[in-house]
């Protein structure tokens, strides 16, 4: 038989174009939404959406709206109707203090968050490449309200090494305060701070754990698991779309190599 066809073209929306969300939460929403499609949404998402009534009057739809009368935008108020989203002082503390090392990485004193980045200070950071049992490896997208890089895919979890702390405590902290989780953590090898780096000396770690996963909204827009070759591929061709230290993480990853 004649079978019809169409090419289909995406193009990725820009950064900033639509308002912060909770992404998981949006797609539950919208997927009990669609569940019943000649059920109200008022019935239908009665659990997520105690206040109904107040909710659609605050998103501008009618009481008796299905699923397929909401907007995109309309969605997006509901879902944040449901559970705000952070605001930007959630998502950095600018006073908090970082560990400021050598050359040599031998820490010679602590400064604040805002100081290190601001002066370019040398300071130590983590990154945990986290892997489920397909082998596929989480990537965050990191949040718009980070004070660098974003909007931009990064790896599993990562964060800097505070005053007082070491590489190792830090990892597991990082799994437990971005990912809610807990699972053996493996050193690949470590990076030396240059500009690529912004001036850190990176510990990059490997895990398993196939979630769930509990993001902190204040630092994470969204996780997903992607192939190796997948992510190869789409460093080729769109490499501004991630973050430098997970380039430099990604190639350390791939090459083998180690350092002490």
């Not at 997208?141 to 990562?158: F, I, N, T």
């Not at 001036?199 to 993001?215: D, N």
Request: proline letters at 7%; aromatic letters at 8%; a negative charge.
């Amino acid at each position: 038989p004649d079978v019809d066809s169409a090419f289909v073209r995406l193009t990725p929306r820009a950064p900033n174009e639509l308002p912060d969300h909770d992404r998981e939460l949006l797609l539950s929403l919208v997927r009990r939404g669609f569940s019943q499609r000649r059920k109200q949404l008022g019935k239908l998402l009665k659990e997520e959406v105690a206040d109904w009534p107040r909710a659609a009057r605050e998103i501008g739809a009618s009481v008796t709206a299905r699923a397929e009368e909401l907007s995109l935008e309309q969605w997006i108020a509901l879902s944040n109707f449901v559970r705000p989203p952070p605001s930007r002082s959630e998502g950095t503390d600018l006073s908090e203090p970082f560990a400021v090392v050598d050359e040599m990485d031998r820490v010679t004193g602590s400064a604040a968050r805002s100081e290190v980045h601001g002066n370019n200070l040398r300071h130590r950071a983590v990154h945990i490449f986290l892997f489920n049992p397909a082998g596929e490896l989480l990537l965050q997208k990191r949040s718009r309200w980070k004070d660098g890089h974003p909007g931009l895919w990064d790896s599993s979890a990562a964060g800097h090494v505070g005053a007082g702390e070491e590489y190792d405590a830090t990892a597991a902290r990082e799994l437990i305060e971005e990912l809610g989780v807990t699972t053996k953590l493996t050193r690949i090898g470590q990076l030396p701070a240059s500009e690529q780096t912004g001036q850190e000396f990176i510990w990059l770690y490997r895990g398993e754990h196939a979630g769930p996963f509990q993001p902190a909204r204040a630092e994470i827009d969204a996780l997903q698991f992607f192939a190796p070759a997948t992510i190869a591929q789409w460093l080729k061709e769109r490499p501004g779309d991630f973050a430098p230290g997970f380039l430099e993480c990604w190639r350390l990853s791939r090459s083998g190599d180690k350092t002490a």
